[in-house]
């Protein structure tokens, strides 16, 4: 796909949003709307790249901005879905913040390229099994092979990498954590973190590893969400503050995969809310 260029406009969500990350970074609305109008209006490009990985390739979705410069890179994880027009919604908008964003189609070993699965049951059920039969080590080779490529992109700073993700993908990005480059990560109401279970393998055994997470770590929840319940939330919690994360929560009265922008679980307000919890703390730490 060639690259294709985006205006990001000021809408009032945006501008609320930006004011909101920058108010909670010490600065006075009057000095928020002078940074928007300076920060926001931003060109940026998309385009489809191939990242090879055990010799295979994995389609990725990359969004940048287009101006000269370096920024911080973010490896961006899907739902089950993979790449939805949803999920490149998503991407593009991080981008117009100021970030180099990788998106990786989490099941290239199983699907032709370029599949995005279908926000209905057969969808659900194709990615739900795509999953059960993708064994962690090859979700874990994939980051290492997306982490590279960030690393390799000229308009990465150096050691300026983060990570974030939805679902499966908010999983995907707590095992990003634990790689020492990653120096920030957003888990979005992240499934199987506080029961192990990851794609094939029963336990990842991905919170026993948490004292390895160097970087600062976020996790958003629902408090409606049925796959993550209060118990398991408690769970991953004790479970890093045991192991000394850096770590802080948000909670929004919202369902599972309340921020995809299909179907009737979608809440724009805490949608907006929770990605300027992401941009805050991207901003934050990758400077």
């Known amino acids: 796909m060639s690259a294709k260029l985006f205006l990001l406009r000021p809408r009032f969500d945006f501008i609320s949003e930006f004011v909101t990350v920058l108010f909670r970074q010490g600065r006075n609305h009057s000095e928020a709307l002078l940074d928007f109008r300076k920060e926001t209006l931003m060109l940026i490009t998309t385009a489809f790249t191939d990242i ?24 961006f994880y899907s739902d089950i879905f993979q790449l939805t027009d949803t999920m490149l919604r998503s991407c593009a908008r991080l981008a117009g913040y100021g970030f180099v964003v990788a998106a990786p189609e989490i ?28 064994p962690v080590a090859h979700f874990d080779a994939d ?43 957003v ?47 408690a769970q991953i919690a004790a479970a890093l503050e045991q192991a000394g994360a850096k770590f802080s929560q948000k909670f929004y009265e919202a369902e599972h995969a309340f921020m995809r922008d299909v179907g009737p679980r979608y809440d724009p307000e805490a949608t907006d809310l929770a990605f300027a919890d992401m941009v805050a703390l991207f901003r934050q730490v990758l400077r």
């Open 143 to 185: 980051c290492r092979a997306a982490l590279d490529y960030l690393a390799r992109h000229p308009l990465v700073a150096d050691g300026q990498i983060g990570a974030a993700g939805f679902c499966i993908g908010g999983h995907l990005s707590f095992r990003a954590a634990l790689q020492k480059e990653v120096q920030a990560t």
């Open 52 to 75: 090879t990985v055990d010799g295979n390739s994995m389609r990725a979705f990359i969004a940048a901005p287009q101006a000269a410069g370096k920024y911080p890179g973010i490896l």
């Open 107 to 134: 099941y290239h070993r199983l699907e032709p390229s370029g599949t995005a699965l279908p926000f209905d049951d057969a969808g659900r059920i194709r990615g739900l099994d795509d999953a059960a039969k993708t």
């Open 187 to 233: 888990c979005f109401y992240g499934t199987g973190i506080h029961n192990g279970k990851l794609g094939q393998d029963e336990d990842a055994g991905s919170l026993q590893r948490a004292a390895e997470i160097c970087g600062a770590l976020l996790m958003i929840w629902g408090t409606g969400d049925p796959h993550i319940p209060a118990a398991g939330r």
